[in-house]
């Protein structure tokens, strides 16, 4: 019996994998059947083969790329210019109707602004977009205020301090009975802010 010595040394084995998880069953058999033929080296030379297996292409064969949609952003109307309204021309008395507080929200200026309003004849009703012009006129003071913010927080009041004409473009609000309480008792409030100034 003849002897044989075989040495299977691999130094800096690297391995490097590209493409998608898909392939990697495929990948992994061929890497696989590489090893083995290594390996099988060995028995080939004994049994007197010196043809050598044929290797295996371990790229995978195709790669699948999915196509990403992408959503397109729909224009968006340009909004109006805001009209500008006019504001009323007020006489105001503090003493008589204090002056609106920095803390107060958008609802209580409003509130405040439309008694005001009422109670000189100037009107019952008014549009969010006049409540701002109004209040920003003459009470700049007490913080700016804007009609959006007063059109939602006397939406959260109708009904109960506030009614809304919606019979007028742009619709147009007004204190109800409770409203009018309610805003006397900010006068109240404003009147006693001025008096400790």
Known sequence: MSR?????????????????RDAVHEVTGALQQQMGNLIGVPQ??????????????????EIVTETIKRKTKRGRKPKADPVEVP??????????????LQN???????????FL????NLGS?????????????????ANRIYRRYVTRDLT???????GEDTGKEPTAWYLTQAGKEYA??????AKGATESV
């Open 87 to 100: 504001a009323l021309e007020l006489q105001h008395d503090a003493e008589k109707w204090g002056n609106p």
């Open 44 to 61: 080939a030379l004994v049994d007197g083969q010196t043809v050598q297996p044929g290797e295996k292409n371990v790229t995978p064969t």
């Open 125 to 141: 009703e008014m549009s969010a977009a006049q409540i701002e012009a109004t209040f920003n006129k003459h009470f700049r003071h």
């Open 184 to 189: 006397q008792t900010l006068v109240t409030e």
């Open 104 to 114: 107060w929200t958008t609802a209580q200026k409003s509130i405040w602004l439309l």
């Open 117 to 120: 309003v009422e109670q000189q």
């Open 4 to 20: 044989l010595k075989v040495t299977f040394e691999i130094q800096a084995l690297k391995l490097h994998i590209e493409g998608d």
């Open 156 to 162: 959260k009041e109708k009904g109960h301090l506030v």
